[in-house]
């Protein structure tokens, strides 16, 4: 079976969806790959990510929609693709090739209000034409499926959840000796679900009574409407603690991770979190706000404040950094949760359903 995959997020610079392709590419090109079968990527651009034994054509075009819907499936189906996997919220809608998408989450559907309205309605209607355009859907979280049961009203049978594997930092990337002090870290594109001015925030309060405390956001912001986060660092009396990086290539990112020892993320709305599952990996606790899915991802293993209190925040992102008993018992549930996160379940969960429409 040859087994077509729309690469385009392993492009330039991967983040969430990237990582996530990335971590079931490395599974399936393995040498220890036991499924038979040829993978083939689509991008647009040279993929720099290392990878196993696989073809990669590049197609010309600049990879947006015109590219997945026109240039893909004609390129697809005169490689012979037997079936296609678009792992990012949408899949060409006119091709007879079997397909199978993933929509790891669907805010723009459930809060039209986070996202410009041109784009918004693009993301809306492709997903939904998506959904039911392909033989299944596969996303990472009961909470995800029941978004898409209920908005798109796609029947439950058809979407599969296979949650992804986690990656722990890489100890041999991370510091030999983590600079001193109480580090908290924030990872991810900074979107307004995911209330980065209330961390601000909270850490000015942390800060004024702990003179080792840092903050580090890692992340672009795509903010709608747009929040402007470097007036607020420089607003914040505690504006030399507070590190913000655009983006922060790998090797500086498991840096920051192996200095960090607390990792928050007040976000409201995910189709799962990864972030803080691969801070947990690391041994780090975090600092998550109370949503139906933070509690599914995370459980016993993670801190949660009510959105409703905000004035919460400073006073548990103490325990989290400086109470010994609150952070042993955290890491204490650990095991258990990370155990339901294995990069090698996820891709062979996954090729089993790319076999199944096929």
């Known amino acids: 079976m040859r087994v077509g995959v729309d690469a385009r997020e392993l492009s330039g610079r991967p983040t969430g ?48 929609t015109v590219w997945e819907q026109r240039t893909l499936p004609g390129a697809a189906a005169a ?5 296609l996997f678009s792992p990012a919220y949408s899949t060409p809608l006119l091709t007879r090739i079997p397909r199978v998408v993933a929509l790891h989450d669907i805010s723009f559907a459930a809060r039209p209000e986070w996202f410009r309205w041109r784009e918004g309605l693009r993301r809306r209607w492709l997903a939904r034409r998506s959904a039911a355009a392909a033989r299944a859907v596969l996303t990472i979280s ?11 009203g796609t029947a439950p049978s058809k979407v599969h959840v296979i949650p992804p ?51 580090h956001l890692v992340g672009d912001n795509r903010s709608y409407p747009h929040q402007d986060l470097a007036a607020l660092i420089a607003a914040s009396s505690s504006s030399a603690r507070i590190h913000w990086h655009r983006y922060a290539p790998e090797a500086e990112l498991q840096a920051l991770y192996g200095q960090a020892r607390a990792f928050v993320f007040l976000s409201e709305y995910e189709g799962l979190g990864l972030t803080p599952l691969e801070a947990l990996a690391g041994g780090i606790p975090s600092l ?43 890491l204490a549930a650990r095991p258990a949760v990370l155990d339901r996160y294995d990069w090698t379940r996820a891709a062979r969960d996954t090729m089993t359903l790319l076999e199944q429409v096929r």
């Open 17 to 64: 969806v990237g990582r996530y392709l990335g971590g079931l590419l490395r599974e399936w090109t393995s040498p220890g790959a036991s499924h038979g079968h040829e993978v083939v990527l689509y991008a647009h651009r040279p993929i720099e990510v290392p990878l196993g034994a696989c073809t990669t054509r590049l197609l010309p075009g600049s990879g947006g």
């Open 79 to 83: 490689d012979g693709i037997d079936v």
């Open 142 to 152: 009961e909470f995800s499926k029941r978004e898409i049961v209920e908005r798109f």
């Open 165 to 215: 594997g986690i990656d722990a930092p890489d100890a041999a990337l991370a510091p030999a000796a983590p600079a001193p002090g109480a580090h908290v870290l924030y990872v991810g594109s900074i979107f307004n679900r995911r209330h980065v001015p209330h961390l601000i925030a909270a850490f000015t309060a942390l800060a004024a009574s702990h003179a080792d405390a840092s903050l």
């Open 288 to 330: 998550l706000l109370d949503t139906p899915v933070a509690r599914e991802s995370c459980g016993e293993a993670a801190l949660y404040v009510p959105l409703a209190a905000p004035e919460r925040t400073a006073e548990m992102l103490e325990r989290l950094l400086y109470d010994e008993t609150t952070r042993h018992a955290l």
